[in-house]
């Protein structure tokens, strides 16, 4: 694994010709001999107005990249952090992984209780009640960071997958919605104060592959009729990636980037339930004896694979200077308007133009402003 270490403005920066205002850092990769290479910072490729936010950076992390591997060498003391739903698989990796970094960490849970015991063992770490899907809870959450402090970091990972069953909650919306998209846009309105104090702020939205396919139900968004696990899935992760579009449109310009991440598809090391076996293996997610079968360049990752990218995202200054872009496999990844199937060997992750798409970014976010004031 490459090891990167950070400088601050440099001559061998200088001597590339991406100096000028708000260069900022330059990141060097160790090559196999030892020696090292400038990889330009994201900012420093602006400056000289060399590249497209939406390509590839070209990072010398890879699909397989762990959480660890990402944040290797870097010391995140001094940041605060707040991790939605951070005491289960990828969102317990990433609190770890940002903790053992330096970060000061705060999990938001529904039941801090089970979040404790989820996290037993993890020192330095704060506990704090949140239920997405109360707006008097985000707020109570919210309330004490307003005290003029930073945050730094704030990753809206918390979730509600393929809920096989329609659920609402309390006003009425349908629950994947309310929880990853209705209740992290109050959130992260609430918090903005906190992470304007941070003057280079990180908000990471986690999203997921199945955004290329959803659908924003502009005229039924809450399934009033034909509700569908997937659909109403992919919806929620569609609505993640217009958000972070959106947001970091409005606050780039006061330090705030938001990135969307997709960390790839993680079932975890098992034993899987019986009953969901030959869909796993359908999906090409377990192999004839049922153990889960691990191939990150088609998608198919560990807990600390799927981290990576979203911890990349989060702190790594490889990415400094961007926004409103989709990361996956520890990048910013390619655009693909192809309509791809999903098929054992192959889950499609790209991004797409529709997904990223302003126009949809600027509606959704109308209308969820309505929908939150509503109540
Ligand atoms: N795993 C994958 O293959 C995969 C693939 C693509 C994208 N993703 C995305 O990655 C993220 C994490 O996924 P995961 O697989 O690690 O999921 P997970 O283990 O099911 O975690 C979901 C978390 O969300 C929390 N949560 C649910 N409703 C909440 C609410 N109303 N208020 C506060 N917290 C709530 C849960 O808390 P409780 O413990 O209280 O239930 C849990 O901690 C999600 O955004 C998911 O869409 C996952």
Known sequence: MPRTSICSRTSDNRSDGADGPGVGMAVFSRNKDGRRSILRTA???????????????????????????????????????????GHSRLGREVTRALASAGASVTVAARNPD???????????????????????????FARP?????????????????????????????????????????????????????????????????AARIGQIRWDD??????YDP????????????????????????????ALAVHPGVIIGPGPHRPEVLSSLRDQGLVDEQGKTIIDPAAGKKTIE??????????????????????????????????????????IPA????AMLDPDDARRLWDLTEELVRAR
């Not at 790209?350 to 133009?353: F, K, P």
């Open 43 to 85: 900012r420093a490729q602006q400056a000289c107005g060399m590249r497209d936010q939406r390509a590839p950076l070209h990072t010398p992390f890879t699909a397989a990249s762990t959480a660890t591997d990402v944040l290797d060498g870097l010391d995140l003391s001094g940041r605060r952090a707040i991790v939605t739903g």
């Open 114 to 140: 089970r979040a404790a015991a989820a996290l037993d063992g993890m020192l330095g770490l704060a506990i704090e009640p949140l239920d997405l899907t109360d707006p008097a809870s985000v707020e109570a």
């Open 145 to 209: 960071w307003l005290d003029g402090r930073p945050l730094h970091i704030l990753i809206n990972n918390a979730a509600v997958l393929f809920n096989p069953q329609l659920q609402r909650d309390r006003r009425g919306h349908e629950l994947a919605f309310s929880t990853s998209h209705l209740g992290h846009f109050h959130l992260t309105q609430a918090l903005i104060p906190a992470l304007t104090a941070a003057r280079g702020a990180r908000v990471v939205n986690v999203t997921s592959g």
């Open 221 to 226: 968004i809450d399934f009033t009729t034909g």
């Open 230 to 257: 997937v659909a109403a899935y992919a919806q929620s992760k569609r609505a993640n990636v217009l958000f972070t579009v959106e947001l970091d449109r409005r606050y780039a310009a006061v330090g705030i980037r």
């Open 305 to 346: 694979q799927g981290a990576a990218s979203i911890v990349l995202g989060a702190a790594s200054p490889l990415l400094d200077g961007i926004g409103g872009v989709y990361l996956k496999d520890c990048d910013v990844a390619v655009i693909d308007d192809e309509e791809r199937p999903m098929t054992a060997d192959s």
């Open 350 to 353: 790209d991004a797409n133009s």
